[in-house]
């Protein structure tokens, strides 16, 4: 009887396109779904004739597999992931692997290479990005977990991931327990501000320049011959250019009100667990929120109003500024998920290697872009690099934008155009930079209503003061602590 090399339970569009990636790589995979017909239409429709094996039941799915059998789940993060580890548990021997390559929370995943280590098995939490395309073409894989458990995925993994030029494979082990799918959050959250800011600069030349979409479309080709290459440049690009049936362009159909999953708010709030200020992403995924509040919005608009968007300057002048203005937010995005990253790193014991999780990203998923190099050459040349602001290329490419990040973010304002994800890019890079901030203030007010303390410039770091600032407060100050 034929043995798979794989077992992947969940044929939906990203478990389907991997089993026919893993196929015409020269892999046996067997293949499960809880509703079974899915795996008959599967297996006679797509995968007809390939070396893909149905399973109907979890029994039959383990019995075909070769030891240390390696089972692939592609299923709803949360609830589902557990349900079935459960299911699979009693059929599965000591050093058996169970990977999720879901949209996991990075706890559950911590939580489950714990429980199944203890149980002498192995689990990996892989992030998988790159859509329905990727998952069938090369995605990028960002495997963590039991880290015994590497060597009998990695032949698998490294075959079905996405290429660099040199033949590099868009995977490599990050690191143990959550630390896999924790990256890949960090990728969808720069995904949620990439996407954002791309959006603002759309909104940019539609209400104030008043372009046609045919011209919008021409100004991402050009910026995706340049260091804006990449696939959301590229994707924005034909967007704009498809007509609907009637002729119109397809975009100005589609209601305004998006969408989220819930991995770009994971992210913000582990930055805020970890007290990094992750301000752009934070900005992206309230930007969802507010255009969830369609009707609100439509009432809103009938009662208060702003100033009405009226361009007369240099229009190529504004779209270059424009250009360099996404651009350097772009480096604050990933400035401030990379310092998650090392926050998050720390904290979880993880040795991550982040000049290597900027290749993993250079091709196959959603935010795959030329711009990564850059960030893979910054850590080479400083491994313990504390913000990309600070490594020598990015440094010269903000100073080489600000004039003109500045001026875009007050045309908007002036103009009323709805731009938060540059604007608290810029914000976030004038905090940064200063050497001081009115932070001072903000302390004399916590201690003047809750005694909370505060140091002082003239006393050593870590020397606390309490002030008696009304007479009345007496001396007694409260504990110092940071949320």
């Given at each position: 009887?034929t043995?798979a090399?794989?077992?992947?339970i ?19 995979v067997?293949v499960?779904?809880r509703t079974?017909?899915?795996v008959?239409?599967f ?6 004739g390939?070396k893909?094996i149905g399973a109907?039941?979890i029994?039959e799915?383990?019995?075909v597999l ?7 789940l ?6 589902p ?22 949209n996991?929370?990075f706890?559950d ?11 002498g098995?192995?689990?990996i ?20 977990g ?17 290429k660099?030029?040199?033949?590099t494979p868009c995977?490599?082990?990050?690191g143990?327990?959550?630390?896999g ?5 960090v ?10 800011m791309?959006?603002?600069a ?8 008043a372009m ?5 479309s021409?100004?991402?080709a050009?910026?995706n ?6 696939y ?10 498809t ?14 009100t ?6 770009g ?11 990094v ?7 992206a995924v ?8 369609k ?6 608009s ?20 424009l250009?360099?203005a ?5 480096i604050?995005s ?13 904290e979880y ?8 999780i900027?290749l993993?990203w250079?091709?196959?998923c ?13 850590f ?14 990015f440094?010269?490419k ?6 003109s ?8 304002a ?5 731009m ?17 901030l ?21 006393k050593?770091?870590?020397e606390?003061?309490?002030t ?5 407060g007496?001396?007694t100050a409260?504990?110092t602590y940071?949320?």
């Amino acid at each position: 009887m034929t043995k798979a090399d794989m077992g992947l339970i969940g044929l939906a569009v990203m478990g389907e396109n991997l089993v026919l990636n893993m196929e015409r790589n020269g892999f046996t995979v067997a293949v499960h779904n809880r509703t079974v017909g899915k795996v008959d239409r599967f297996v006679n429709g797509r995968g007809k004739g390939k070396k893909i094996i149905g399973a109907k039941s979890i029994e039959e799915l383990v019995d075909v597999l070769e030891k240390p059998r390696k089972i692939m789940l592609m299923v709803k993060a949360g609830t589902p992931v557990d349900s079935i580890i459960e299911q699979l548990l009693p059929h599965l021997d000591k050093g058996d692997i169970v990977i999720d390559g879901g949209n996991s929370h990075f706890p559950d995943t911590i939580r489950r290479t714990k429980y199944l280590e203890e149980k002498g098995m192995r689990f990996i939490g892989a992030g998988v990005s790159g859509g329905e395309e990727g998952a069938l073409n090369g995605p990028s894989i960002m495997p963590g977990g039991s880290e015994a458990a590497w060597p009998a995925v990695k032949p698998i993994f490294q075959a079905i991931a996405a290429k660099m030029e040199d033949g590099t494979p868009c995977c490599d082990w990050v690191g143990s327990d959550g630390a896999g799918h924790f990256v890949k959050m960090v990728h969808n959250g720069i995904e949620y501000g990439d996407m954002q800011m791309i959006c603002e600069a759309y909104q940019m030349m539609r209400s104030l320049l008043a372009m046609s979409h045919d011209e919008m479309s021409a100004v991402f080709a050009e910026w995706n011959q340049g260091e804006l290459d990449s696939y959301l440049i590229e994707i924005t690009r034909d967007i704009l250019k498809t007509k609907d049936e009637d002729g119109g362009p397809l975009v100005e159909k589609i209601l305004d009100t998006a969408g989220q999953k819930g991995t770009g708010k994971w992210t913000a709030v582990a930055a805020l667990d970890q007290g990094v200020p992750l301000t752009l992403i934070g900005e992206a995924v309230f930007a969802r929120c507010l255009s969830a509040m369609k009707d609100e919005r439509v009432e809103a608009s009938r009662i208060i109003s702003g100033p009405e968007p009226a361009f007369n300057g240099d229009k190529k002048a504004l779209l270059e500024d424009l250009r360099k203005a996404l651009l350097a937010s772009k480096i604050v995005s990933y400035a401030q998920g990379y310092v998650l990253l090392e926050a998050a790193a720390a904290e979880y014991g993880w040795n991550l290697d982040y000049g290597g999780i900027a290749l993993m990203w250079r091709g196959g998923c959603i935010i795959r872009s030329i711009f990564l190099g850059k960030i893979k050459e910054a850590f080479d040349a400083d491994p313990a690099l504390s913000n990309l602001l600070l490594a020598p290329y990015f440094k010269d490419k903000i100073a080489d934008a600000q004039s003109s990040w500045r001026r875009i973010v007050a045309a908007a304002a002036e103009n009323g155009v709805w731009m938060p994800a540059i604007s608290a890019a810029l914000t976030y890079f004038d905090g940064y930079r200063s050497e001081r901030l009115p932070a001072n203030l903000l302390q004399a007010q916590r201690d003047y209503f809750g005694a909370h303390t505060y140091e002082r410039v003239d006393k050593p770091r870590g020397e606390f003061f309490h002030t008696n600032w009304t007479g009345h407060g007496g001396d007694t100050a409260s504990t110092t602590y940071n949320a």
